[in-house]
């Protein structure tokens, strides 16, 4: 069966950091493109940072300089450096990734969140 599972998230004050992890496991052939989205309470979700296979990154604008997306294509792994927090980046963080998987099709995967949580 494959999965994405994150870990990472928590608790902390303002300015401080945290790191994302998420693993993708399950047979996998290939994984294309990887991300971190959030969602706020009320909130739509939105994009916070996208890798490609190659490297290739996006950010949105309100992470930018902040936050940071790397990937492990040998460990299948996307993480998210978070740094300055700030309590508007309050949400619960989801993981997404586009996986070719044994019977080499492409599908989205999504983790199931994790909390993160900055207080002022």
């Known amino acids: 069966q494959v999965q994405l599972v994150e870990s990472g998230g928590g608790l902390v004050q303002a300015g401080e950091s945290l790191r994302l992890s998420c693993a993708a496991s399950?047979?996998?052939?290939?994984?294309?493109?990887m991300g971190w989205y959030r969602q706020a309470p009320g909130k739509q979700r939105e994009l916070v940072a996208r890798i490609i296979r190659d490297g290739s990154t996006t950010y949105a604008d309100s992470v930018k300089g902040r936050f940071t997306i790397s990937r492990d294509n040998a460990e299948n792994t996307v993480y998210l450096q978070m740094n300055s927090l700030k309590p508007e980046d309050t949400a619960v963080y989801y993981c997404?990734?586009?996986?070719?998987?044994?019977?080499?099709?492409?599908?989205?995967?999504w983790g199931q969140g994790t909390q993160v949580t900055v207080s002022s």
């Open positions: 997404n990734g586009n996986l070719i998987t044994a019977d080499w099709r492409t599908r989205a995967y």
């Open positions: 399950g047979t996998i052939v290939s994984v294309n493109n």
